[in-house]
């Protein structure tokens, strides 16, 4: 059995390297540490197939400083003590740990006195942003740097230089079966040699044309996983893309998301910014995602995306307020920043009150004329009326005809002031 190509073709040093100029350019950070032979601890974050692992690997070897390579998913704690007894017989030891977010925090911890004495270098590979997956104490022992997703040239010039010094048996390719390769495998350079290895093993003839590319490639590089941060980015276009109203942006992130069939959180998303951003300017918009979102679990996908793709319209095209939302939040705000006692007459058993002093709940006609806030909240306004559709004009109208009336916490008053009309 071969190498893989993409393993095969992995840079040996920051010459090889493709795209990343930022990083192993001219005067460039990883530039300047190979020219003056001083490495520093590193995270390397970005998306899939941009060339994590290769930088540090390239790293290691162009500085010929001795290494060892850790995998945050398949090895374990046993082995990374391996690599710490290892530094006692060789400092410093560069350490790469590929998806270092998969690391538990017990491991991280576990690094940070060898790095915190020089013993280790670590250089960290992630496709989650470090500021969520990794500890802060690790962090603040490592520079971050991130690796920007590849250009459809940058994958070209992978595939070019495959073609020319890393196939086993003499192939060519069409022009436009290049591009198409560069355009199916969005920026990851790991998947296009991939396929291309497959090509070059599939194809009858040793020219591969676009129709092989069609047949063996049917697909574009779209897959993610949904514990990634690249599927949380989709999750957040998608739901902003509602709110700004742009219908065309919201089905293709929709469309986006169920690759990872994660029926789950795009139901919780469609449900946010119904009641968040359409709220009282649609109400009967928001019953209705409750309805599609019902449908889309009971068919499952690929199905699902009909009702979800429906209300998504619905709800994009519908007019925006966030009045109930921001209404909550000034509530919510209020309540943690302020002390404040309940009046008494609103309590469920009232203490020390006279009878003429407590609630009536035959008076519904004074309902309106009593003081529901704290006495000292008792003018705080939450809600503050959006009009942007017919709905919220009417509670608005409403909202300004009970404003009219004065709201007062002397109940026995009130009842002196407004007979019953039963008596």
Not at 19 to 33: A, D, E, F, M, Y
Not at 145 to 168: C, F, H, N, T, Y
Not at 286 to 306: H, S
Request: net charge positive.
């Amino acid at each position: 059995m071969k190498q893989p190509l993409a393993f095969k073709l992995r840079p040996k040093n920051l010459d090889e390297i493709i795209g990343q100029q930022h990083l192993v350019g001219p005067n460039r950070i990883l530039r300047k540490c190979v020219e003056k032979n001083q490495l520093f601890s590193m995270i390397f974050y970005g998306p899939s197939g941009t060339g994590k692992t290769t930088l540090a690997i390239a790293l290691a070897q162009q500085l010929n400083i001795p290494h060892r390579f850790f995998n945050a998913t398949i090895n374990n704690k046993k082995d990374l003590e391996a690599i710490f007894f290892e530094t006692k017989l060789s400092k410093p030891l560069i350490v790469i740990i590929d998806e270092i977010h998969r690391l538990n925090k017990d491991k991280q911890d576990l690094l940070l006195p060898y790095l915190e004495d020089g013993s280790i270098l670590l250089l960290g590979a992630t496709t989650s942003n470090p500021f969520h997956s990794i500890n802060p104490a690790l962090r603040s022992r490592a520079i971050l740097l991130e690796v920007k997703p590849l250009s459809k040239d940058d994958v070209i010039q992978a595939i070019k230089r495959a073609l020319k010094i890393g196939l086993d048996h003499p192939h060519q390719i069409e022009p436009q079966a290049i591009q198409q390769i560069a355009n199916y495998s969005n920026g990851d350079i790991r998947y296009a040699l991939n396929m291309l290895d497959v090509l070059t093993v599939a194809c009858q003839n040793q020219i591969i044309t676009t129709k092989d590319v069609e047949t063996y490639m049917p697909k574009i590089n779209v897959a993610f996983d949904a514990s990634e941060d690249g599927y949380y980015n989709a999750l957040s276009a998608f739901q902003k893309s509602i709110r700004g109203s742009d219908v065309n942006a919201a089905l293709f992130y929709l469309a986006y998301l169920a690759l990872a069939n994660d029926l789950e959180s795009i139901e919780r998303r469609l449900l946010v910014t119904a009641y968040e951003d359409i709220g009282l300017a649609n109400p009967a918009c928001v019953a209705r995602t409750i309805n599609a979102i019902d449908t889309a679990k009971r068919v499952g996908f690929p199905e699902a995306l009909i009702p979800l793709g429906l209300q998504v319209i619905d709800l994009a095209l519908s007019p925006k307020s966030r009045s109930a939302h921001d209404a909550i939040k000034k509530a919510y705000a209020t309540v943690e920043s302020t002390s404040f006692h309940i009046p008494e007459y609103l309590k469920l058993t009232p203490v020390g009150l006279k009878e003429n002093e407590t609630y009536d709940y035959s008076r519904s006609d004074l309902w309106h004329h009593i003081q529901y806030l704290p006495n000292n909240l008792k003018d705080k306004i939450f809600y503050q009326p959006l009009p942007s559709s017919n709905y919220e004009k009417q509670l608005l109208n409403n909202y300004q005809q009970l404003q009219k009336h004065y709201r007062s916490n002397q109940l026995s008053k009130l009842y002196q002031e407004h007979k019953s009309p039963r008596k």
